[in-house]
């Protein structure tokens, strides 16, 4: 006869197996596909690779930032103390400049440099000219003058550097690459012509003196005027300097040009 307490612990024993059904089961599929038992599978929660932030790989890392040359330093630094010594410089660049009262004869020196003037009178004094020397010279200065122009403004047109920010575009007769600064034109035609004079004409001393004070004068009034930078007037210099140099090597004559020659003398 079972007794109360007998059929209390049955109960037990079957509820408890009634709650968990096919866990034996269960476990050994587990075992069977992992080869260890479930009760040793580590917790979700405590993987280390969920905890552990996966490490980039070597080509998803960032490019180092390549540092920049020393050339490429100096160049920038020459560029900034050009532009800070160039408006220093630049004391006439307005009326209410430090010296804006001398920028009225500055402004005379600058179309005496400018190409204008120059072609104007050459062409003048080659159609007055009776003597086939004097035309051979002024033909010549002619083509200088043309040259400086083209190279001067194919330069500018490369470079495209802009004009001085305090200068005022209040400038006698420009073009559309006048907006540009790199070289100064004014100065690449004041080193070409006064190369070109003092080579073919016959002056006095005092005479050579002040074509090469205006050469200077007239480069010094760029930057006074704010119109050029100090590398823009130096380059320029350099530049109408060695101009010259292709005038003379490719010198037009009567045995040079005969055709050239001839057609104008009729």
Same mark, same amino acid.
């Given at each position: 006869?079972?007794?109360?307490?007998?059929?209390? #612990?049955?109960?037990?024993?079957?509820?408890?197996?009634?709650?968990?059904?096919?866990?034996?089961?269960?476990?050994? *599929?587990?075992?069977?596909?992992?080869?260890?038992?479930?009760? =040793?599978?580590?917790?979700?929660?405590?993987?280390?690779?969920?905890? *552990?932030?996966?490490?980039? &790989?070597?080509?998803?890392? *960032?490019?180092?930032?390549?540092?920049?040359?020393?050339?490429?330093? %100096?160049?920038?630094?020459?560029?900034?103390?050009?532009?800070?010594?160039?408006?220093?410089?630049?004391?006439? %660049?307005?009326?209410?400049?430090?010296?804006?009262? =001398?920028?009225?004869?500055?402004?005379? !020196?600058?179309?005496?440099?400018? $190409? @204008?003037?120059? !072609?104007?009178?050459?062409?003048? $004094?080659?159609?007055?000219? #009776? &003597?086939?020397?004097?035309?051979?010279?002024?033909? +010549?200065?002619?083509?200088?003058?043309?040259?400086?122009?083209? !190279?001067?403004?194919?330069?500018?047109?490369?470079?495209?550097?802009?004009?001085?920010?305090?200068?005022?575009?209040?400038?006698? @007769?420009?073009?559309? @690459?006048?907006?540009?600064?790199?070289? &100064?034109?004014?100065?690449?035609?004041?080193?070409?012509?006064?190369?070109?004079?003092?080579?073919?004409?016959?002056?006095?001393?005092?005479?050579?003196?002040?074509?090469?004070?205006? =050469?200077?004068?007239?480069?010094?009034?760029?930057?006074?005027?704010?119109?050029? +930078?100090?590398?823009?007037?130096?380059? $320029?210099?350099?530049?109408?300097?060695?101009?010259?140099?292709?005038?003379?090597?490719?010198?037009?004559?009567?045995?040079?040009?005969? *055709?050239?020659?001839?057609?104008?003398?009729?």
């Amino acid at each position: 006869m079972v007794t109360g307490e007998e059929r209390a #612990e049955s109960r037990e024993a079957g509820g408890s197996g009634s709650r968990r059904p096919g866990w034996g089961r269960r476990a050994g *599929a587990e075992e069977n596909r992992t080869g260890r038992c479930p009760a =040793a599978m580590p917790s979700p929660r405590s993987s280390p690779s969920r905890r *552990a932030a996966p490490s980039p &790989s070597p080509s998803r890392r *960032a490019a180092p930032v390549p540092s920049p040359s020393c050339a490429a330093v %100096a160049f920038r630094s020459l560029l900034a103390a050009d532009l800070r010594f160039s408006r220093q410089l630049g004391v006439c %660049a307005g009326e209410r400049s430090a010296w804006g009262s =001398a920028r009225p004869l500055l402004r005379l !020196l600058e179309v005496s440099g400018h $190409g @204008v003037p120059w !072609l104007a009178g050459t062409l003048y $004094g080659l159609g007055r000219s #009776e &003597s086939p020397a004097g035309r051979e010279v002024l033909l +010549n200065l002619l083509f200088a003058l043309v040259l400086d122009l083209v !190279l001067v403004a194919v330069v500018k047109g490369l470079v495209r550097r802009r004009r001085p920010t305090h200068n005022k575009m209040d400038m006698f @007769v420009t073009i559309s @690459v006048d907006k540009y600064s790199f070289p &100064s034109g004014h100065a690449t035609r004041a080193a070409m012509v006064c190369r070109f004079v003092l080579h073919h004409l016959v002056l006095a001393i005092p005479l050579r003196v002040l074509v090469v004070l205006w =050469a200077i004068i007239v480069g010094i009034s760029r930057v006074m005027l704010g119109r050029h +930078n100090v590398t823009d007037v130096a380059f $320029g210099f350099i530049m109408g300097y060695m101009q010259y140099n292709v005038v003379k090597y490719f010198w037009l004559s009567p045995l040079s040009a005969p *055709a050239l020659f001839a057609a104008w003398n009729q």
